[in-house]
């Protein structure tokens, strides 16, 4: 239901566009890894998901199930809330794990949080944290790459550069692009998991940045 939700409102907000790598697709089990830059491209993200068949279940800052219809829709249906910075953080890598022994997609967001910046331009995926490789390492999941442009168009900044955005973005209707690379098989320490996958979605981000005319994909 929220994947198809994304789907309808997203082309409310922007002008959404969606490639792929040759050989992407999403297996059982597979574990989806994207590049995180505003509070609007999970859906963005889950949008362009849905557009190629795939539904997965999102790892989410807790903080979302307080939100009163947000919170029932992703308890409802068996979203992982991550309590960041708790004890309880730990469950959640439990749950995605079991989610993907039996089957299901899980998106993750390996930077664990939102960059500082308050401009609305794209930059390469800040540096990914332990989570993701340990789902690996629990599960052998194969890992897509995923890499998102444009969400920090709709809204990016202050509260009220944000609210701002959201107001303004049915008017404007900003251009956003997802591209899905290629499924990796990652093995090896943790280091050498997480350092590949940044990689990879950092050359995803690289491709939809660059379909956007964005700066920081199109100097390198």
Known sequence: MLSRIADTLVPTFGRLSVT???GAEFAPGTLIVANHTSLADPAVVLAALYRL????????????????LLGRVLTREGHIPVH???RRAAAALDTAARH???GQLVLIY????????KDAAE????TFRSGMSRLVERTNSPVVPVGQAGSRRVTSGSIAKQLSGLATAPLRRPTLHV?????LELAGNHGGCTSRARTAVTAAWRTAAARLGEPAALAV
């Not at 591209?179 to 499924?183: E, K, L, S, T």
């Open 53 to 68: 068949g795939a539904e997965p279940l999102i790892m989410a800052a807790a903080g979302l199930w307080r939100t009163p």
């Open 84 to 86: 960041r910075g708790d």
């Open 100 to 102: 993907l022994e039996q």
């Open 20 to 22: 792929t790598d040759p």
């Open 123 to 126: 930059a390469a995926p800040g």
């Open 179 to 183: 591209h899905v690379g290629a499924p």
């Open 110 to 117: 390996a930077e664990g949080g939102l960059p500082r910046r």
